[in-house]
T-cell receptor, first 114, second 113 residues
């Protein structure tokens, strides 16, 4: 039973480039969450999505960041025109329901912006 | 913004000892308190969780103690082992029945062999 999958595991981008992070939820899960973890800090909620819908993006920076969860395929977190401050670990989690429910995390994508 | 305050930031324990990590929360509507364990380079994994209708939950060597009146909960690791060395995060939903978790800042535990 595959868990939450994320790719790539490591991503290096130069300032101004675009970063695309992918997340495939656990089988049977239709709720996806993205978190960002800065070095030596806890995880910060970014966005919550269901298939084809953004439910809550209150934790997303207003510019350059976007997320989607299409009907087919993985959820995508997209960061345009990356800056050094975007360097972090980005984790995706999924759950079977949208209320208080156990969220299962993927291994994360570590983004480094040069 | 609501917070979950976690302490200590780091902890060193001898093998066989008891590791204790504490968290304090503000929002009385919190009703689900999970603890996550994270190894270097890995994603957080659910370790144990408690709801406030009980004061304690035990799973193997891991116990959560919950003090609703003090708005605190803690993780106890009995007979700590070197394999327990990891970063531990407490978390709570922002409000009752929500998906939005607030995480503590983490405790880096090192268990000496």
């Amino acid at each position: 039973n595959a868990g939450v999958m994320q790719n790539p595991r490591h991503l290096v981008r130069r300032r101004g480039q675009e970063a695309r992070l992918r997340c495939s939820p656990m089988k049977g899960h239709s709720h996806v969450y993205w978190y960002r973890q800065l070095p030596e800090e806890g995880l910060k909620f970014m966005v919550y999505l269901q298939k084809e819908n953004i439910i809550d993006e209150s934790g997303m920076p207003k510019e350059r960041f976007s997320a989607e969860f299409p009907k087919e395929g993985p959820s995508i977190l997209r960061i345009q025109q990356v800056v050094r401050g975007d360097s972090a670990a980005y984790f995706c989690a999924s759950s079977s329901t949208g209320d208080t429910d156990t969220q299962y995390f993927g291994p994360g994508t570590r983004l480094t912006v040069l | 913004q609501q917070q979950v305050k976690q302490s200590p930031q780091s902890l060193i324990v001898q093998k066989g000892g008891i590791s204790i990590i504490n968290c304090a929360y503000e929002n009385t509507a919190f009703d689900y308190f999970p603890w996550y364990q994270q190894f270097p380079g890995k994603g957080p994994a659910l370790l144990i969780a408690i709801r406030p209708d009980v004061s304690e939950k035990k799973e193997g060597r891991f116990t959560i103690s919950f003090n609703k009146s003090a708005k605190q909960f803690s993780l106890h690791i009995m007979d700590s082992q070197p394999g327990d060395s990891a970063t531990y995060f407490c978390a709570a939903p922002l409000c009752s029945g929500t998906y939005k978790y607030i995480f503590g800042t983490g405790t880096r535990l090192k268990v000496l062999a």
